[in-house]
């Protein structure tokens, strides 16, 4: 999995968003939210589109959770 969805995952696990929320307010399938973001046995990383959406409904800015990601490339 890579580490914006890993990140998001976990900001979405510690504010306690409910899944079937998000996938009704986003169109992210259900399955895919779960499986990218709390089933760590499937590794499955969001789609650019499906992250784009949730960070969309979230109001958050995409890049906070890849910032890490390019101190570890760089």
């Known amino acids: 999995?890579?580490?914006p969805t890993k990140n998001l995952g976990s900001y979405i696990r510690k504010k306690g968003f409910n899944l079937s929320e998000l996938s009704r307010k986003t169109g992210v399938p259900?399955?895919?939210l779960y499986n990218s973001l709390m089933n760590?046995?499937?590794d499955r990383?969001?789609?650019a589109g499906e992250y784009?959406?949730?960070?969309k409904h979230l109001?958050?800015?995409?890049?906070?959770?890849?910032?890490?990601e390019q101190k570890e490339a760089g």
Do not use: G, I, T
């Open 59 to 68: 109001e958050l800015d995409p890049m906070m959770f890849y910032k890490d």
């Open 1 to 3: 999995m890579d580490l």
């Open 30 to 32: 259900y399955m895919a």
């Open 40 to 42: 760590v046995k499937e």
């Open 45 to 47: 990383a969001l789609r």
């Open 52 to 55: 784009l959406s949730l960070c």
